[in-house]
């Protein structure tokens, strides 16, 4: 892989950033400022909107005339794909040795890229650049007007921590990555594609790819203002026990049918994924990803063994919990 020494010595390497854009033209300029102070700057834009009846694409063009790096708008005349699809889109059309999905409405901190690009780099270095790899880091959580609400995204949403040799069973259950937190090398987006249809979010199967058939590198540190303004794809919650209390006390319909829904996605994409990669994973992987596709053909008795026999409660239990009661 070509890397090309920049002044001071730091290694740089080309990353295509993919911003896919729909009605974001309220935060669009504040994250194109953020790209445009990055320490890192041996990048390109690609963009692709899927649909905006705002001037998204107009605020694009008019912030890429004041910058020296490459901007590619994507114009397929697609509409409606949603976020998941419109950044697979882009991830197919990427071609650099790394990529970084790019939400819309964030803003990156201005050593984002550099950081991400280190671990990646340093986990190829020990590993070699044909293993898929996938950085991911901490956020910190702010309201519309970026005023803070939590220094950590994942202690304020509780994401799972991942046990060595664990990580693939608890991505199969549960989104550890935030996308737009993510750099990921040229290998395991050659492996992840094309994203299939039962994937959750793009971001997941990313996560499931690097899990299973390469590495999660986790950055502990925050490298984006991760934006809440109460019109996210997806968004941070508070997730510690006694909120998750109240809400489901409040909310019991609702939280069930979220579980149960969150369960048959998650069953959906597992089966995916071991149908594409199975011959390539450890037995027990390949095991546990087949019986967790397959619950729904079990007895009661066996689909509680399941998440008993592979310690599912003892990683997580109290993400884990709802999946074992509902199974």
């Not at 046990?163 to 050659?190: F, I, K």
């Not at 299973?212 to 019109?231: D, E, F, N, S």
Request: neutral net charge; proline residues 4%; aromatic residues 8%.
């Amino acid at each position: 892989m070509a890397r090309r020494p920049a002044e001071g010595g730091e290694t740089m390497s080309r990353i295509d950033i993919l911003l896919a854009t729909y009605n974001g033209a309220r935060f669009l300029p504040e994250q194109l400022a953020s790209l445009s102070a990055q320490s890192h700057y041996d990048w390109r834009l690609l963009v692709r909107d899927d649909g905006s009846s705002d001037n998204s694409l107009a605020i694009v063009r008019e912030w890429a005339k004041g910058i020296s790096q490459p901007v590619e708008i994507i114009e397929d005349g697609r509409t409606g794909l949603g976020a998941s699809l419109n950044f697979a889109t882009l991830l197919e059309i990427s071609d650099a040795p790394y990529f970084a999905c790019c939400d819309q409405d964030d803003v990156w901190l201005p050593e984002k890229l550099s950081i991400m690009l280190r671990a990646v780099q340093s986990a190829e270095d020990s590993a070699g650049s044909d293993m898929p790899i996938l950085a991911y880091s901490d956020l910190r959580v702010v309201d519309g007007g970026l005023n803070l609400i939590a220094e950590s995204f994942r202690d304020f949403s509780r994401r799972p921590r991942l046990p060595r040799g664990r990580e693939l069973r608890q991505v199969m259950m549960h989104n550890a990555v935030t996308g737009c937190a993510s750099l990921g090398n040229a290998a395991l987006r050659a492996k992840a594609l094309p994203v299939p249809p039962q994937a959750s979010m793009h971001d997941w199967w990313l996560g499931l790819v690097a899990a299973g058939l390469g590495k999660l590198v986790w950055v502990p540190h925050a490298t984006i203002l991760y934006r809440q303004h109460g019109g996210n794809t997806l968004g941070a919650n508070a997730a510690d026990p006694l909120s998750q209390l109240r809400y489901v006390a409040s909310n019991a319909g609702e939280a069930l049918g979220r579980s149960r829904k969150l369960l048959v996605a998650t069953r959906r994409q597992a089966g995916a994924f071991v149908n594409r990669y199975g011959d390539a994973l450890g037995e027990q992987d390949r095991v546990i990803l087949q019986n967790y596709a397959r619950l729904g053909q079990m007895s009661w008795a066996s689909r509680k063994a399941f998440f008993l026999q592979n310690r599912m409660l003892a990683d997580n239990a109290l993400k884990n919990m709802p999946f074992f009661l509902l199974a």
